[in-house]
């Protein structure tokens, strides 16, 4: 059974930072994986979607690499903003029709 | 840019009762799903809908639950006999194919009382 994990659960930055987001998933057999966005009592935002067979995507400031043999991926912010604060989620699409997500990491960007 | 739309966006209920909840998908995407989120905990899928009939479902996804596409445009999620334990936020989720990339509605918000 699919799980994954994402550390840490929340993180705290000052503006301009750049940080890194973990994502882990217990088993690599996957078909691809998808880094979202949510704001508090909001829907979910795509950000970045990497095929199985791709490394890595890249949209704007954001950077997601994917390591699919060692069950890892990241998302990479650089230079954060205060509206980047949101709950970030990862999610990963294995056999079957359905996405696993993980809890997600809250990410606070202070002025 | 296109967008799923969800009704309502919020619903309150009391325990028993029946629930409909809506989505409109993206005109040209052929896969539909339904996720809940309850408060705190991880997003969880319900079922997956292609082709007019359902792909997939969870062990969650029980005989309460039930989906349809009625009218080629909208797609539902009926839950028949509400329990506290269903207050959640529900989202819809739709994609052009099996391996594409997933957008989801706002959500809509059911609190069972």
């Known amino acids: 059974k699919q799980e994954v994990t994402q550390i840490p659960a929340a993180l705290s930055v000052p503006e301009g930072e750049n940080l890194v987001l973990n994502c882990s998933f217990t088993?690599?057999?996957?078909?691809?994986l998808q880094w979202f966005r949510q704001d508090p009592g909001k829907g979910l935002t795509s950000l970045l979607l990497?095929?199985?067979?791709?490394r890595e995507q890249t949209s704007g400031r954001l950077n997601a690499s994917l390591d699919k043999s060692s069950g890892r991926s990241t998302l990479y912010i650089a230079a954060s903003q205060p509206g980047d604060s949101a709950t970030y989620l990862c999610a990963v699409k294995g056999g079957s029709e359905k996405l696993v997500f993980g809890k997600g990491t809250k990410l606070t960007v202070n002025p | 840019e296109p967008e799923v739309t969800q009704t309502p966006s919020h619903q309150v209920t009391q325990m028993g009762q029946e629930v409909i909840l809506r989505c409109v998908p993206i005109?040209?995407?052929?896969?539909f799903y339904w996720y809940r989120q309850i408060l705190g905990q991880k997003v969880e899928f319900l079922v997956s809908?292609?082709?007019?009939?359902?792909?997939?479902k969870s062990e969650i996804f029980d005989d309460q639950f039930s989906v349809e596409r009625p009218d080629g445009s909208n797609f539902t999620l009926k839950i028949r006999s509400t329990k506290l334990e269903d207050s959640a936020m529900y989202f819809c989720?739709?994609?052009?194919?099996?391996?594409?990339?997933?957008?989801f509605g706002e959500g809509s918000r059911l609190t069972v009382l």
């Open positions: 005109s040209n995407h052929l896969y």
């Open positions: 989720a739709t994609n052009t194919g099996y391996d594409g990339e997933l957008f």
């Open positions: 088993d690599s057999a996957i078909y691809n």
């Open positions: 809908f292609y082709n007019n009939e359902i792909s997939e």
């Open positions: 990497i095929q199985s067979s791709q």
